[in-house]
């Protein structure tokens, strides 16, 4: 069993940018693939990047080359750095295992609103 804390979002203009950290307590983190996902207003969440237990990275292709994602093992932690941030980024973003998330795992995500 894992548990994913969101944190880090806020309100940002477009063309900025802003770091979202998720902490990860209980099983062994560094056995997962761990992805972060987000969820517009009226949309499905979906998945928008992963880094595997080996680190290799995958993104979608509308947050490739805007977004970072890492991860640090030995603090449980997986963060996404967003860089050229649009108004179509405005959702509530979650981490979770990827690319199958875990029912049980979703936390309360953290809101990334991004307008003038």
């Known amino acids: 069993q894992v548990q994913f804390v969101e944190s880090g979002g806020g309100l940002v203009q477009p063309g900025g940018s802003l770091r979202v950290s998720c902490a990860a307590s209980g099983s062994i983190f560094s056995n997962y693939a761990v992805g972060w996902y987000r969820q517009a207003p009226g949309k499905q969440r979906e998945l928008i990047a992963w880094?595997?237990?080996?680190?290799?990275?995958y993104y979608i292709d509308s947050v490739k080359g805007r977004f970072t994602i890492s991860r640090d093992n030995a603090k449980s932690a997986v963060y996404l750095q967003m860089y050229s941030l649009k108004p179509e980024d405005t959702a509530v973003y979650y981490c979770n295992t990827a690319p199958i998330p875990q029912q049980a795992y979703w936390g309360q995500g953290t809101q990334v609103t991004v307008s003038s």
């Open positions: 880094v595997t237990n080996g680190g290799r990275t």
